[in-house]
């Protein structure tokens, strides 16, 4: 009943025209963070679990029209082409967007999807070295949330495809065995 209750109430009632496709479009921000990623992740575990003609053809336009966005080096996202990456939260958007697109080939065998996912992994980790020194004085917050959710992406990524730069990224440059954090900011 309450999945039901969010899919007729929530998910179907959303925006996602003007609230989250439309600045993917544009790609015109200087900074920011919608979740188009998160959501298509739910709208792919939605149509997957109910089987509702409404949410996979919801699911299957969301997918559909962000690939759509996708540039030819990789980058999927709204930033404007000075703010990618090292803007604020623009990995993290990123990371979401391979999640969601991972997602989608875990439960419905979408290739183009899994396609999609590995263009954006490999736009970040070809610019990963190209991070400011002072990022996180730049955007006044910690680098973990600035990226929240990256190293879970690229380790289903990993789980998906087999393809160990993914996983090497976040043993290597995330350092995600040693993680042993505190409460930070």
Not at 51 to 78: F, P, S
Not at 142 to 152: D, K, N, P, Y
């Amino acid at each position: 009943r309450r999945i039901d209750v969010t899919v007729n109430n929530n998910l179907l009632v959303l925006p996602a025209e003007k609230g989250f496709l439309a600045p993917f479009r544009a790609k015109t921000a200087p900074h920011g963070y919608l979740g188009l990623g998160k959501l298509i992740d739910a709208t792919v575990r939605f149509a997957a679990y109910t089987d509702n003609e409404k949410v996979i053809a919801l699911k299957k336009h969301l997918v559909e029209e962000t690939i759509k966005t996708q540039e030819r080096d990789g980058y999927i996202g709204m930033m404007a082409a000075p703010a990618r990456m090292w803007s604020m939260f623009d990995v993290h958007e990123m990371g979401y967007i391979i999640f969601g697109l991972t997602s989608d080939y875990h439960f419905f065998g979408e290739k183009q999807s899994l396609e999609a996912a590995q263009r954006v992994a490999d736009y970040i980790l070809d610019r990963w070295s190209t991070m400011p020194a002072d990022w996180e004085k730049q955007t006044r917050d910690s680098a973990h949330m600035l990226v929240t959710g990256l190293e879970r992406s690229l380790v289903t990524l990993h789980r998906e495809t087999g393809d160990d730069r993914y996983l090497a990224c976040c043993v290597r440059q995330r350092a995600l065995p040693e993680w042993d954090l505190g409460i930070v900011t």
